[in-house]
């Protein structure tokens, strides 16, 4: 059987155990067949990669000759031959239409550079409330301008939904270690760089949470880390030549102060609703009342504060003053 696969699909695998084989023939079995499926070997030790009971032409086993996840990515790059290059996890499910859905997608808007999907997160052990929220709100990410307006707020795609045109993925510079979140730090760039990212308004994969999870087992997923991100690219772009202010003058907006410093990037103050706070400094910088986010003097309000609710209170308050977010405001967290 020969083939020319549209779309190459990179699974880095590390110790996935019975998952594995789950994943691939969730791939195996999709309703658009012109694929590859390059399974990334990164020093698997469990027998799950040799284990794998699938015999298919379009399944290729490679070895990383590095270590981790961004060196077993861009293994499979190097040798990738789609148009389009997308991501797979060795403990995550694919629907059937995931692929026909998002080529799709891509074909129909020539604007789009990067897209994901909808997904489900799911456990054996069940899903709390905060991953409840925390799906509902990366679901409810569909359009580039939803995503554009509150991607310092967290990683807005999930990184195995992703399908990418390969020209825009290589003109970013592929995969890049800089001990924040890969994914994160690519969408980062995409975004910087005016690339559409969008989604396909489906839930198209099955997001298995386990302890063996990378975002819960590798230091660059740490809360620190995605605020080192978050401060790098906003000092590279939103925030240049504007007189930023943060709003939160807790721990979080402290974080986002320390960083933005360390890019660099200078920022008015802090605004906060504890009257003990307002009127002194924090980290050297006066601290104002909520008013003052609204004065003319202010170009930009950086949104930092972690409390459940507290950022649509916020929201409510800078949307009725007439600021829009995603220009005139970020939810920063």
Same mark, same amino acid.
């Given at each position: 059987?020969?083939?020319?696969? *549209?779309?190459?699909? *990179?699974?880095? %695998? ?8 789950? %994943? ?9 067949e012109h ?5 990334i ?53 694919? *629907?059937?239409? !995931? ?5 799709? *997608?891509l ?24 991953? !409840? ?53 690519? @969408? ?21 949470? @386990? ?7 590798k230091p660059?997923?740490? !809360? ?19 007189r930023?202010?943060? @709003? ?6 402290? =974080? ?45 309000? =950086? ?7 507290? !950022? ?7 949307n ?14």
């Open positions: 059987m020969s083939f020319f696969p *549209l779309v190459s699909i *990179l699974l880095p %695998a590390k110790n996935c155990g019975p998952y594995l084989q789950e %994943a691939v023939d969730s791939v195996v079995d999709q309703t658009y694929f590859e499926l390059i399974v070997d990164d020093g698997t030790t469990d027998g799950s990669i040799e284990n794998l009971d699938t015999v298919d032409p379009r399944l290729r086993i490679i070895k990383n000759d590095g270590s981790g996840i961004i060196d077993s990515l861009n293994a499979g790059a190097d040798i990738a031959t789609g148009a389009f290059i997308a991501r797979m996890d060795g403990d995550d499910i694919c *629907l059937p239409q !995931r692929l026909d859905r998002q080529v799709t *997608l074909r129909d808007n020539r604007k789009l550079g990067i897209v994901g999907a909808g997904v489900e997160i799911f456990s054996e052990d069940g899903i709390g409330r905060g991953y !409840r929220l925390y799906e509902g709100w990366i679901n409810s990410l569909v359009t580039p301008e939803d995503i554009r307006r509150e991607i310092f707020v967290e990683s807005p795609l999930p990184h195995p939904s992703v399908m990418m045109r390969a020209e825009v993925f290589n003109k970013l510079g592929r995969y890049r270690d800089m001990g924040w979140p890969e994914d994160y730090d690519l @969408w980062l760039r995409a975004f910087e760089a005016g690339v559409a990212m969008g989604k396909v308004d489906e839930k198209l994969i099955k997001w298995r949470d @386990w302890p063996n999870r990378m975002s819960k087992t660059r997923y740490s !809360r620190k880390n995605f605020m080192r991100a978050r401060a790098h690219f906003l000092g590279r772009t939103v925030l240049k030549n504007r930023a202010i943060i @709003w939160g003058a807790g721990k979080t907006g402290a =974080l986002l102060a320390r960083f933005l410093r360390h890019e660099g990037a200078d920022f008015a103050g802090f605004i906060d609703i504890n009257p003990r706070k307002i009127g002194k400094l924090k980290a050297g910088k006066p601290v104002y009342p909520p008013a003052e986010a609204i004065t003319p003097d202010v170009e930009l309000v =950086l949104v930092a504060v972690a409390a459940r609710g507290a !950022r649509d209170e916020i929201r409510d308050y800078l009725s003053a007439g600021k829009k977010e995603g220009a005139d405001y970020y939810c920063v967290i």
